[in-house]
Structures are given as C-alpha cells and as structure tokens.
C-alpha cells in the first residue's frame, strides 16, 4: 500500500521522480514506491550540524588515513580519465567533491581542470601540491558565472548527497551543450548488494545518503538534458584495511581485521571484488529547452 512515511514534506519527495509514496525499507532508509530509487530522509539543518565531512573523515573516520590511500585510488581514477578521454579528450573539466586532487592532477595532462569540496584542508593541500585550481565551499552556493565545462565529474560524491537532485540540475547547467557529465557512485542494484540486502557494506547513513541503481540514476540525469552513453561497473581499487572497516561488524569480522593489522597485510593494495559501484557517463543534448525539460 502506498503511503507518505516521512514526516517532514521536504525529506518525502523522491530526488528522481519528485513522488511522495514511498515506504520504509531497513535500517532507516525509503524506498519511493514509484521509481525504486532509495535514501535516507535527513535535514540539511541536521546535516549542517554533524559536520561529516571535517578533517576527521579524511583521517580516522571513514578513512583509516585517506593520503596513504593514493595509490590504490589513483589506480581507479585512471581508469576513469581513461573512459572519460573515448568521449572527451580535452577541454574543460570540474570536479565536484575532489578531495585532495588526486584525479585533478591526473586529469590535468588533457584537460584545464578545477575541482570544488567543502573541505578546505584537501583543497589547500591539492592546491599546494598539485598545483590545480581548488575552490572551498558547497558546490550549489557556488558562482561559477558564465562558465561552462566540456565535462564535469563527481566520483563518490552523489551517494553522500541528500538532495542529488540540485547537485544534477546545477552541473547541468554547467554543460555545455554535447558535453558530458562522469558520475562513479553505489550501486545497489549489483549482485552483491542485493546478496547483502539490510547488510550491504556500503549502508552506512549519515555519510551515505542516497542509494541508486543504473536505472533510477538514469531516469535523474535524463529529467536535466542528460542521456546515459555508456555505464559499466568498474573495479575499485582500494586499501584492505579500508575494504574491511565497511564490512559488517562481526566477531568475527573483528577478529580477522585485528589479525591482519598485526600481521601488516591490513595495509596492502587490492581490488575490490564486490563490482557494487557504477561509472556512467552521460551526454547533454544539444537543444535543451529549459533545466528540466527536452
């Protein structure tokens, strides 16, 4: 039966198909019962005041230690540039949510690139180190005037966005015409994630935040002008002792992270078998008639 669970009329609304019939799923997360699309009901009041994304996440919280992480990370982000260089092989690119620059200065090679994240630490030391223009602040109170990007990337940044819906409709805007938008996010539509159902290791509220599947990503990026060309699920290549601390908690599971810390293994570079992120690329039409209609 359909029904309104939230109660906040701002927090009901489906992001992709702006419904209001939704229902509980698990552990705090909806489930619009029009689109399927999935997340966690939180206001921006409420996550104004957590302050997720402070130092701290980047060192001890989500990440054991972000910066040891490069390698691994920028063995996935150049895949991306790759795959993004078969559709775009230069020009201008953002990055939205760009951390401490890694892709940026990978991506600056072939592109005239600057990234945004509202962490000021990583964009000074991105700055300072890489030499690439960051910006601090939200990515939506953001001037960015009159310009416009042959492509504009955010690689695990939709999934911690209450309202990703903003964030789609604004680089839209900031597309140009024929361009493309890169989104890397959770997919829980992939095989391990509905193996793991209420467990799946990438529910972890309040820094993950929306949940979608390749076909409600698609129906959101199509309602602003941008049509899905290609999409797969890349692998990930990350630190071990990263992969396990979003497993399920468990004695054992404990046990066994403990055990590999001592061991040093715990540290080691791997790729994560689990195939639970999508990479879509999507192109904006060349007539757009307004922000959210063809």
Same mark, same amino acid.
């Given at each position: 039966?359909?029904?309104?669970?939230?109660?906040?009329?701002?927090?009901? #609304?489906?992001? #992709?198909?702006? @419904?209001?019939?939704?229902?509980? /799923?698990?552990?705090? /997360?909806?489930?619009?019962?029009?689109?399927?699309?999935?997340?966690?009901?939180?206001? %921006?009041?409420?996550?104004?005041?957590?302050?997720?994304?402070?130092?701290?996440?980047?060192?001890?919280?989500?990440?054991?230690?972000?910066?040891?992480?490069?390698?691994? /990370?920028?063995?996935?982000?150049?895949?991306?540039?790759?795959?993004?260089?078969? $559709?775009?092989?230069?020009? =201008?690119?953002?990055?939205?949510?760009?951390? !401490?620059?890694? $892709?940026?200065?990978?991506?600056?090679?072939?592109?005239?690139?600057?990234?945004?994240?509202?962490?000021?630490?990583?964009?000074?030391?991105?700055?300072?180190?890489?030499? #690439?223009?960051?910006?601090?602040?939200? $990515?939506?109170?953001?001037?960015?005037? =009159?310009?416009?990007?042959?492509?504009?990337?955010?690689?695990?940044?939709? &999934?911690?966005?209450?309202?990703?819906?903003?964030? #789609?409709?604004?680089?839209?805007? /900031?597309?140009?015409?024929?361009? !493309?938008?890169?989104?890397?996010?959770?997919?829980?539509?992939?095989?391990?994630?509905?193996? @793991?159902?209420?467990?799946?290791?990438?529910?972890?509220?309040? &820094?993950?935040?929306? !949940?979608? @599947?390749?076909?409600?990503?698609?129906?959101?990026? =199509?309602?602003?002008?941008?049509?899905?060309?290609?999409?797969?699920?890349? $692998?990930?290549?990350?630190?071990?002792?990263?992969?396990?601390?979003?497993?399920?908690?468990?004695?054992? %599971? &404990?046990?066994?992270?403990?055990?590999?810390?001592? @061991?040093?293994?715990?540290?080691?570079?791997?790729?994560?078998?689990?195939?639970?992120?999508?990479?879509?690329?999507?192109?904006?039409?060349?007539?757009?008639?307004?922000?959210?209609?063809?």
């Amino acid at each position: 039966m359909a029904g309104n669970t939230v109660r906040d009329e701002a927090l009901s #609304v489906c992001a #992709v198909c702006l @419904s209001v019939d939704n229902h509980p /799923l698990y552990r705090g /997360l909806v489930q619009c019962e029009s689109c399927g699309f999935v997340w966690f009901p939180v206001s %921006t009041a409420d996550l104004n005041r957590l302050n997720v994304y402070r130092d701290e996440y980047f060192h001890g919280g989500s990440y054991p230690d972000y910066l040891t992480e490069e390698h691994a /990370l920028r063995r996935s982000f150049r895949d991306v540039l790759h795959t993004v260089r078969r $559709f775009a092989p230069s020009g =201008k690119l953002l990055e939205v949510g760009c951390a !401490y620059g890694f $892709f940026l200065d990978s991506a600056k090679a072939y592109f005239d690139v600057v990234g945004i994240d509202v962490n000021s630490t990583a964009c000074t030391v991105a700055q300072e180190r890489f030499g #690439v223009r960051t910006i601090a602040g939200d $990515f939506l109170a953001c001037d960015f005037s =009159k310009s416009q990007f042959d492509v504009v990337v955010c690689l695990a940044t939709l &999934e911690h966005l209450a309202r990703p819906d903003l964030y #789609v409709e604004k680089l839209s805007r /900031l597309i140009k015409p024929g361009g !493309y938008s890169v989104c890397w996010t959770i997919d829980r539509d992939a095989l391990f994630a509905r193996l @793991s159902g209420r467990f799946w290791r990438y529910i972890y509220p309040p &820094e993950h935040l929306s !949940y979608f @599947s390749h076909q409600t990503l698609a129906l959101l990026l =199509k309602r602003f002008g941008l049509h899905i060309c290609f999409w797969k699920r890349p $692998f990930n290549y990350r630190n071990l002792d990263v992969v396990m601390r979003k497993l399920s908690k468990s004695r054992f %599971t &404990e046990w066994l992270y403990t055990a590999l810390d001592r @061991s040093g293994v715990i540290r080691r570079e791997m790729r994560v078998p689990f195939r639970d992120d999508i990479l879509v690329i999507a192109r904006k039409s060349l007539h757009v008639m307004d922000a959210g209609r063809e």
